[in-house]
């Protein structure tokens, strides 16, 4: 689920993992804390590119048609670049999950690559811009947060954003990212694009949309676990509230 990753870590999150963190730096040294934070800024500047390229565009042609095929180049990389996060948690410079990181990366990756780049007619369709829209303001707030907690001067306004912002942008973004993958189906089942068939000598198949819809119904146990958990944590960092687990 793509829009899972607004409660990743990338140099600093929540208190306990902050902690952590920072006594990994210390003992990886000036250079692990040096390159975080350069790559934190690169982040955010290049997601603020981003989203100054799309109000620009619209405000000039006042559609969001054509908007994805002007700002793809921008998004690819800036998107395909975060695989550095994955890199980033098995050298053990941050402590996240390098499954729950992989998973996060790879989910943005895929609607990047497999949906949006490869199946061009869908890429005018209003669910594009509103994963865009949710994606762009998450990681503004979300790289901007890593780099202000890096630098130990993280203003207020940051933090309360980075804990509000995803209540609309989460669900906003995953519906944009449904939405969009629907709108594939018919184009993947007519052109079985990245399907293979029977026979083939490795005597395999594979079923593109299939995939995709169990990919779309995957978010139905994922959606209220990943949502809930981000409420929690919101409570936990804004109201000081202990958040005690239960046992299944």
């Known amino acids: ?25 210390r003992r990886l040294g000036f250079l692990a804390t040096a390159w975080l934070t350069f790559y934190n800024i690169a982040m955010t500047a290049g997601w603020l590119v981003l989203a100054i390229a799309m109000v620009r565009f619209y405000m000039e042609k006042g559609t969001h048609r054509g908007l994805y095929k002007s700002i793809q180049k921008t998004l690819k990389f800036f998107q395909t670049f975060a695989l550095l996060e ?34 061009k007619p869908i890429q005018n369709e209003e669910s594009v811009v509103l994963f865009l829209v949710s994606w762009t303001v998450t990681e503004i707030t979300r790289y901007s947060f890593y780099t202000f907690s890096l630098l130990d001067h993280l203003p207020h306004f940051i933090k309360w954003a980075r804990y509000n912002f995803f209540i609309i942008l989460y669900p906003v973004g995953v519906a944009g990212e449904l939405l969009t993958i629907y709108a594939a189906l018919p184009y993947v089942k007519k052109s079985g694009m990245f399907s293979v068939r029977l026979p083939n000598k490795y005597n395999v198949s594979f079923d593109y949309y299939y995939f995709l819809l169990i990919t779309m119904a995957s978010y139905i146990p994922l959606f209220p676990q990943l949502y809930f958990h981000m409420l929690r944590q919101r409570r936990k960092v804004l109201h000081g509230e202990v958040i005690v687990e239960k046992d299944d």
């Open 1 to 25: 689920m793509a829009s899972s990753e607004e409660d990743g870590t990338n140099g600093a999150s929540e208190a306990s993992d902050e902690k952590e963190a920072t006594g990994k730096r």
């Open 86 to 119: 994955v890199v980033h948690c098995l050298i053990g410079i941050v402590p996240t999950s390098v499954l729950v990181t992989g998973v996060q990366v790879s989910s943005r990756i895929f609607m990047v690559w497999l949906i949006t780049h490869s199946i």
